[in-house]
Nanobody, 122 residues
Framework: QVQLVESGGGLVQAGGSLRLSCAAS????????MAWFRQVPGKEREFVAA????????YYTDSVKGRFTISRDNAKSTVYLQMNSLKPEDTAIYYC???????????????WGQGAQVTVSQ
């Protein structure tokens, strides 16, 4: 089992920045890939970014490339999502997720955090 707790969401104006954190505990070594997804009401959960362990590789959905940065601090078992140049269309609940190998498909992740609301105003 892996427990994930997100923090850092909030309200920001367009063009602003936020940093989300995801603290992991439990069997984190067995689930080294960490990802961020987001979801708005009535839509499916959307892949945002992922990072592997070891020599980390990062992956992003096209709409956030150049604006968002995913990183991890293995000593703290924490993954971050730095979000810059935020747009109103980034408004969503952001979820942290963990699994063994990289995937961009939400259904393939077994472990999820509770979610953090990010709201970007005009």
């Amino acid at each position: 089992q892996v427990q994930l707790v997100e923090s850092g969401g909030g309200l920001v104006q367009a063009g602003g920045s936020l940093r989300l954190s995801c603290a992991a505990s439990g069997r984190t070594s067995s689930n080294p890939t960490m990802a961020w997804f987001r979801q708005v009401p009535g839509k499916e959960r959307e892949f945002v970014a992922a990072i592997t362990r070891g020599i980390p590789s990062t992956y992003y959905t096209d709409s956030v490339k150049g604006r968002f940065t995913i990183s991890r601090d293995n000593a703290k078992s924490t993954v971050y999502l730095q979000m810059n140049s935020l747009k109103p269309e980034d408004t969503a609940i952001y979820y942290c997720a963990a699994r063994t190998v990289l995937s961009t498909i939400a259904k393939e992740y077994a472990y999820w955090g509770q979610g953090a609301q990010v709201t970007v105003s005009q």
